[in-house]
């Protein structure tokens, strides 16, 4: 085992300048989610150079593929996103979005170049493993209703059902060369709400006359506190943040209605559908309690994501083995949300983060900024320990062939 594990990281190291390359071809050809023609065009050709057999087409621009290896077994599922932001980057490197307004800010790149990296590192060890590794390239992760969604629906994780499915995604948190893991609870479910206050505009200077719009919204937002502060249980993280509040008045005109615009977050799928009638409840009895009417309107989102104990266990251990015990960390919750969530809702699953950061360099921002960016040493780790990890998962699983 000690020496595969070591030929496995000289080998994905060796891979290092494809890596880069591949992952700054994606960083400059950045695409929105639902438009990855020619990030999924990339990924097909590189599949191909490696003879390895897919479907494209799948969930809109994805592309599955099917690595057999040299007996009959089991399926191992490992997924990569592939769409960027609508954010102008502002880094200056030599390999800058090419794309106004288009960044891959969320380390989607990384991803996609890691995997076809997989794909190369288990392409020359098919002799090494019975069963079939199975690539899912995912496209928009970041827009609902997800592209995780859309490829289960399209059979993704069907024919054979994988017996489990693991992702990896950067965490600008951690040094290069580090990764970290959770059992359990991870990421929250996030749903969009919408709110509009019915109210009756007019001369500011005559209130009595009028229905003001303003102060309800102004009531709702502070009353709806109470379902994260007094309704839900303590030990269960919720957060509701209201971030967009429209009223298009005057200095001296109230307007007929305020839009609010916010987010609900939570890691409990029981507690989220109470929290929403809560939200209603208390929006529109807010609003009708001082004469006006509150449309609430709930866009639910991705699910909160659970990690499975065992995926997580056999990632973990596999991680010590690969990088030594002191580069694996645990990681807390975290309350943005993931589309990986789906997979895990329907088999065995574990998202585990690579560190990404380094001070010296100066990569430090956080995802979703414009000065984003990875210190590219992880691409082979990110790579070589995605390969041991599958290796591992169908020589544990009981084979089926
Ligand atoms: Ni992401």
């Known amino acids: 085992m000690a020496t595969k594990t070591e030929a496995l990281r000289r080998d994905a190291e060796a891979l290092e300048k494809t890596l880069v390359s591949d992952r700054r071809h994606l960083h400059q050809n950045p695409e929105l989610s639902f438009e990855e023609v020619q990030t999924s065009a990339f990924v097909q050709e590189r599949l191909r150079d490696l003879n390895i057999p897919f479907t494209s087409g799948i969930g809109g621009y ?32 030599p390999y800058a979005s090419k794309v106004p307004g288009v960044m891959h800010a969320c380390g989607h790149d990384v991803h996609t170049a890691s995997l076809l990296g997989v794909a190369a590192l288990l392409r020359s060890r098919t002799q090494e493993f019975s069963g079939t590794v199975r690539f899912l390239f995912q496209p928009a992760e970041e827009k609902l209703p997800g592209g995780a969604s859309l490829m289960i629906r399209d059979g993704a994780l069907a024919n054979p059902q994988p017996q489990a499915i693991y992702g990896q995604h950067v965490m600008p948190l951690l040094p290069a060369g580090t990764v970290g893991f959770r059992s359990g609870r991870y990421m929250a479910s996030a749903d969009e709400i919408r709110l509009t206050i019915r ?47 429209i009223g298009e008045g005057a200095y001296n005109v109230l307007p007929n209605d305020v839009r609010l615009r916010g987010t609900f977050r939570t890691m409990d799928e029981t ?13 529109s ?17 991705y699910p909160m994501l659970f990690n499975h104990p065992e995926p997580t266990a056999l990632a973990r251990s596999t991680a010590e083995a690969y990088l030594g015990p002191q580069q694996v960390v645990d990681l807390d919750l975290w ?47 990110g790579a070589g320990l995605m390969a041991a990890i599958a290796l591992e998962q169908l020589a544990a699983a009981p084979s089926a062939g």
């Not at 109210?199 to 500011?204: C, E, Q, R, V, Y």
């Not at 937002?221 to 209201?242: G, I, Y």
Request: with cysteine; aromatic share 6%; charged share 15%.
């Open 62 to 93: 994805g592309v599955v593929a099917n690595l057999q290896g040299h007996r009959p077994g089991p399926v191992v599922a490992l997924r990569a996103d592939m769409d960027a932001l609508p954010i102008q980057e502002a880094n200056e490197v």
């Open 199 to 245: 109210g009756k505009g007019g001369h500011a200077a005559m209130p009595h006359l009028n229905t003001d719009a303003v102060l309800i919204a102004s009531h709702i937002v502070v009353a709806l506190q109470q379902v994260v502060s007094r309704r839900a249980n303590p030990t269960l993280p919720s957060v509701l943040s209201f971030g967009h509040i």
């Open 271 to 283: 507690w989220r559908d109470q929290a929403h009638a809560l939200i209603r409840e208390i929006a």
């Open 285 to 301: 009895g807010t609003a009708s309690a001082m004469g006006a009417i509150c449309d609430v309107e709930i866009d639910r989102g």
């Open 335 to 381: 309350m943005a949300a993931e589309d990986f969530a789906f997979y895990a809702q329907q088999i065995p699953a574990t998202f585990y983060r690579l560190g990404t950061r380094n001070e010296a360099k100066g990569w430090v921002s956080s995802v979703h900024t414009s000065t984003f960016d990875v210190d590219e040493s992880a691409l082979p780790l």
